[in-house]
């Protein structure tokens, strides 16, 4: 008989616990919400984990946080380990389901400090989520952390909106681009792995 692996595990690090400790359980503006995902992309990558992102699934009416995600591809060995994936996967086994925009279900907002990679966009889009609310987009992210984000339509947005997922944007851009130059800076201090898939190569 073939001996195959049969299962894998993602998993958020320890560290999370002290970060959410003073996070009240409801928070209802989305600048507040931001903060919190920036200030756990900023110390995701410090710890070695994976890539400066984070993400939040919160009931979009209410602000009440479901479930939080960082980037744990280093930590897991899993490439598909990104903040939104494992903030949405958490967010879909807190309710009970697969779908965050189903019957019955609060509408669902997904907060997270870029515009999603080509994966997470696929992601994000089968979910369920009503919403979709992004620190910031374009180029920027690419140049400063030299991640390869994959090949986006110009009409990324527009095909959210066509399926009931309404796009916020520029939710405190600033706040992410900094986080993003303080990762660039160990990179170039070579004291950080980049991940890109064959190591950038062609």
């Not at 931001?34 to 900023?42: E, K, N, P």
């Not at 494992?86 to 967010?91: M, T």
């Not at 130059?181 to 070579?190: L, P, T």
Request: with cysteine.
């Amino acid at each position: 008989m073939i001996d195959i692996q049969k299962e894998y595990r993602v998993a958020l690090p320890a560290w999370i616990d002290d970060e959410l400790a003073d996070v009240p359980a409801v928070i209802p503006d989305r600048e507040g919400r931001m903060r919190l995902v920036h200030r756990l992309a900023d110390r995701n990558w410090r710890e070695g984990n994976g890539g400066p992102f984070a993400a939040l699934v919160a009931e979009q009416d209410t602000g009440r946080i479901i479930s939080v995600g960082v980037n744990v591809v280093l930590a897991s060995g899993v490439s598909s380990a990104h903040a939104e994936v494992v903030a949405l996967g958490l967010a879909q086994t807190a309710t009970g389901g697969w779908d965050l925009g189903g019957e019955g279900v609060p509408a669902h907002e997904l907060v997270v400090n870029w515009r999603p990679c080509v994966q997470c966009y696929g992601a994000t889009m089968w979910s369920g989520v009503r919403g979709l609310v992004v620190a910031g987009e374009g180029p920027d992210l690419e140049e400063i952390t030299t991640f390869d984000e994959g090949p986006l339509g110009a009409d990324w947005a527009e095909q959210f909106e066509a399926r009931g997922i309404k796009v916020v944007r520029d939710v405190l851009r600033d706040e992410a681009l900094a986080v993003f130059r303080g990762y660039r800076d160990a990179v170039d201090a070579e004291g950080v792995t980049v991940y890109n898939a064959r190591g950038g190569a062609a």
